[in-house]
């Protein structure tokens, strides 16, 4: 069974940093491309960002570029998203999402709650 | 960026009746579209892709068509679980974006 399981959110300051992580099991994970994506309260659901399987290839919503950094581990199976210079409205669930064929988002973690305030 | 609007934005229904949704795209985007579900306080969890194509598990009553900029996600006998939010995604291009999302409550 796939499994994803977020990490690492909490309270932050203005202006601080977060490193979110996202544990995968049930398939393998170096075969995927892995995705980022937010949810503020109440409101509808954001792409953050795209890794590719070998860590060749990254991109960004226009929002966190030059903020956020998409990485993964292979070998721990593990996707993280290193968050800088975080804003109030960055505040949001943050979920990790597996692809299937086609990029179509088929398997999603649980969220972690990232609060700037 | 492409713009995807759902419409309608709310939506009140019965359990047994026939929903559709739309979802409009502000440039063509061939099939690549899907469609999710989404309650409170879980995950998103995908029902159609291709703009067509029905996700391994999910019932028969979801359907999706469309293709270009004007798709529709069709629920033919609601059934009381299927209240909850339900959002368009576009795989055309990057950025990915989505729709602002339809509510779907019980009348």
């Known amino acids: 069974e796939v499994q994803l399981v977020e990490s690492g959110g909490g309270l932050v300051q203005p202006g601080g940093s977060l490193r979110l992580s996202c544990a995968a099991s049930?398939?393998?994970?170096?075969?995927?491309?892995m995705h980022w994506l937010r949810q503020a309260p109440g409101k509808g659901l954001v792409w953050v960002s795209r890794?590719?399987?070998?860590?060749?290839?990254?991109i960004y919503a226009d929002s966190v570029k030059g903020r956020f950094t998409i990485t993964r581990d292979n070998a721990k199976n593990t996707l993280y998203l290193q968050m800088n210079s975080l804003r109030a409205e960055d505040t949001a669930v943050y979920y990790c999402?597996?692809?299937?064929?086609?990029?179509?988002?088929?398997?999603w973690g649980q969220g972690t709650l990232v609060t700037v305030s | 960026d492409i713009q995807l609007t759902q419409s309608p934005s709310f939506l009140s229904a019965s359990v047994g009746d026939r929903v559709t949704i739309t979802c409009r795209a502000s440039?063509?985007?061939?099939?690549?579209l899907a469609w999710y579900q989404q309650k409170p306080g879980k995950a998103p969890k995908l029902l159609i892709y291709?703009?067509?194509t029905l996700q391994s598990g999910v019932p028969s009553r979801f359907s999706g068509s469309g293709s270009g900029t004007e798709f529709t996600l069709t629920i033919s006998s609601l059934q009381p679980e299927d209240f909850a939010t339900y959002y368009c995604?576009?795989?055309?291009?990057?950025?990915?974006?989505f729709g602002q999302g339809t509510r779907l409550e019980i009348k």
């Open positions: 291709a703009a067509s």
């Open positions: 995604q576009q795989l055309n291009s990057y950025p990915r974006t």
């Open positions: 890794i590719n399987s070998d860590e060749s290839s990254t």
């Open positions: 999402a597996r692809p299937r064929r086609g990029d179509y988002l088929d398997n």
């Open positions: 049930g398939f393998t994970f170096s075969d995927y491309w």
């Open positions: 440039q063509g985007i061939s099939s690549y």
